[in-house]
């Protein structure tokens, strides 16, 4: 398995000699940093933008619109 870690920003992301990511640090919702050893591999995830119309606007301008569309029927 693997350990999730919410509401926590990686702050940086060591590198070994190959430039194969091999940790990282990372700052919890508190301000206490963690420094990581990756053993199998690391994952980086920005969380979800689903309902922020205006991220959308930015990379995705068809489905902005569309989203702004769906407001309006309600």
Avoid: C, H
Avoid at 22 to 43: P, Y
């Amino acid at each position: 398995g693997i350990d999730m870690m919410y509401s926590t920003a990686a702050t940086k992301l060591y590198r070994d000699k190959s430039g194969r990511v091999v940790g990282a640090l990372v700052t919890d919702s508190e301000g206490s940093e963690t420094a990581i050893k990756a053993t199998g591999g690391v994952l980086v995830s920005t969380g979800g933008m689903g309902s922020n119309i205006d991220v959308w606007g930015r990379y995705n301008p068809t489905m902005a619109l569309r989203m702004k569309q769906a407001e309006n029927l309600f």
